[in-house]
């Protein structure tokens, strides 16, 4: 009687370590699917794609303004893009 108890609470404490083990992985591969780097490197890749458009773009903007002089800003634009030259 005592054996029979003995194997039933090995195999409950197997099954229990198993699970266990199981839940963890499922808890982290769970994890690293919610912040999945593939998603981030694509994302990070369009971010610097339209920075850089933006950037080119300002620099067509800022040249226009303080050659032409016109906006309510016309000066300070004008004196920002001489000082950053």
């Known amino acids: 009687m005592h054996v029979h108890i003995l194997r039933s609470r090995l195999w409950l404490?197997?099954?229990?370590?198993?699970?266990?083990?199981?839940?963890?992985?499922?808890?982290?591969?769970?994890?690293?699917?919610?912040?999945?780097?593939?998603?981030?490197?694509?994302?990070?890749?369009?971010?610097?794609?339209?920075?850089?458009?933006?950037?080119?773009?300002q620099g067509d903007f800022v040249r226009a303004f303080a050659v032409s002089g016109d906006g309510p800003c016309g000066e300070r634009i004008r004196s920002a893009h001489l000082a950053f030259r």
């Open 13 to 57: 404490s197997y099954a229990a370590l198993i699970a266990t083990a199981l839940g963890v992985m499922a808890v982290a591969f769970g994890f690293y699917l919610w912040r999945n780097p593939l998603l981030y490197r694509q994302t990070l890749a369009r971010l610097r794609t339209v920075e850089t458009g933006i950037l080119n773009r």
